[in-house]
């Protein structure tokens, strides 16, 4: 593996009683893209939520770019801007331009001034294919098209590290595809991406290794081919075989219930 980007050890986090990290250890190395699957309530967001520090762990390291994070003296908001996030709802604000919601954080975190920042944006809103939306208002694009922009916005703090939450689970399928190919784009421009998805398209294209969580343990972690079409865990295989046959569980579900 190339240089270690992202180095998480014996990770755990509880909210109250519920134990929901259960010792997750795992490394990406810079430029890899780790596409995460598991069941719901598996712990993959808090994971996520983890790496940058929206949540803090109960116990553990994770180190990003060989700065632990987890230090009680790490300078949060400095570990922050070098990782960006994109979530399922693209929480762009409605009163601002298309334009200025990119502008916004540049200017209030990293303290760009107006110019440099406006030509950030407009650089990274050509990289998503959204130039001529510059000037709209979030209000009248598609959800895709929010989803690229959320993307466009944290590319344009200049992160090293991208995190996305299931970021095409609240699109229309037909606009999954153009958020997929800018994802895709900044893998192949060599961005270190943990992705938690469902699209097992794009992980078996895309990812360098997928990992299989449940039950906050790490189950399975290989590379597509492995995980995906040559699962060892059962636990595995029967989350692909819902995933890929959604009416099967339901008879599943019912028969067990
Ligand atoms: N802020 C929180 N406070 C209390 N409990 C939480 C919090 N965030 C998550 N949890 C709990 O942690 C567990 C794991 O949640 P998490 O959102 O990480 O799962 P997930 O794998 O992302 O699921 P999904 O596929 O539904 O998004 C769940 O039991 C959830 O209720
Ligand atoms: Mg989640």
Known sequence: ??????????????????????GIDLEI???EVVCVIGPSGSGKSTLLRCVNL????????????GTEVTDPDVDIDAVRRRIGMVFQHFNLFPHLTVTENLTLPQRRVLRRDKARAAQVAAENLRRV????????????LSGGQQQRVAIARALAMGPEVMLFDEPTSALDPELVGDVLAVMRM??????????????????????????????????EDGTPE??????????????????????????????AG
Not at 186 to 210: I, P, S, W, Y
């Open 54 to 65: 929206l949540e803090e762990p109960t116990k553990g390291q994770v180190l990003v770019g």
């Open 226 to 255: 492995q995980v995906i079409a040559n699962p060892r865990h059962e636990r595995t295989r029967h989350f692909l075989s819902r995933l890929l046959d959604p009416a099967m569980a339901d008879v599943e579900e019912n028969n």
């Open 29 to 31: 190395g810079q430029g």
């Open 186 to 219: 900044l893998a192949q421009e060599g961005m270190t991406m943990m992705v938690v998805t469902h699209e097992m398209t794009f992980a078996r294209e895309v990812a360098d290794r997928v990992v299989f969580m449940d039950g906050g343990v790490i189950v």
């Open 129 to 140: 294919g959204l130039a001529e939306k510059a000037n709209a208002y979030p209000s009248s």
């Open 1 to 22: 593996m190339s240089r270690p980007e992202i180095q998480i050890r014996d990770l755990h986090k509880s909210f109250g009683d519920n134990h929901v990290l259960r």
